[in-house]
């Protein structure tokens, strides 16, 4: 028999929670299928954008949560799969309004 801890450390190692994932990926899903005449490739776009989002945004929203919600990250994980790209972009103005707000200096070169 395969040990699935092994694999799923090695997941996790690469920034992949297959658990944020799945729960994402279903809402991701969801959306998707209550947008009527959307082209195929904007279907799957939306599925994996909305996929990544809860992946790699559901972490950093727990941490801003109060800790009554950090028992639902998988909740947080479906709603940031639904709430795709607009999610992350709610996520940035707050961390914008956070550095105005604490007058924060930000050099960033290239």
């Known amino acids: 028999m395969q ?3 092994n694999f799923e450390s090695t ?3 690469y920034g992949l929670d297959v658990g ?5 990926f ?3 899903l969801l ?3 209550r947008s009527k005449g959307q082209k195929i490739s ?3 776009a939306t599925v994996l954008a909305g996929t990544a989002c809860a992946n790699y945004l559901t972490p950093l929203v727990i941490n801003m949560m109060p800790d009554a919600f950090k028992d639902a990250k998988y909740g947080m994980a479906f709603m940031m799969g639904f709430a795709g790209l607009k ?3 709610l996520i940035i103005n707050k961390i914008v309004a956070y550095i105005k707000a604490k007058k924060i200096k930000i050099d960033i070169e290239m």
């Open 31 to 33: 959306l998707a299928l």
């Open 42 to 44: 904007t279907t799957i």
């Open 20 to 24: 944020f994932m799945l729960s994402g």
């Open 26 to 28: 279903f809402g991701a």
């Open 87 to 89: 999610g992350l972009e």
């Open 3 to 5: 040990d699935n801890s």
């Open 11 to 13: 997941l996790i190692k």
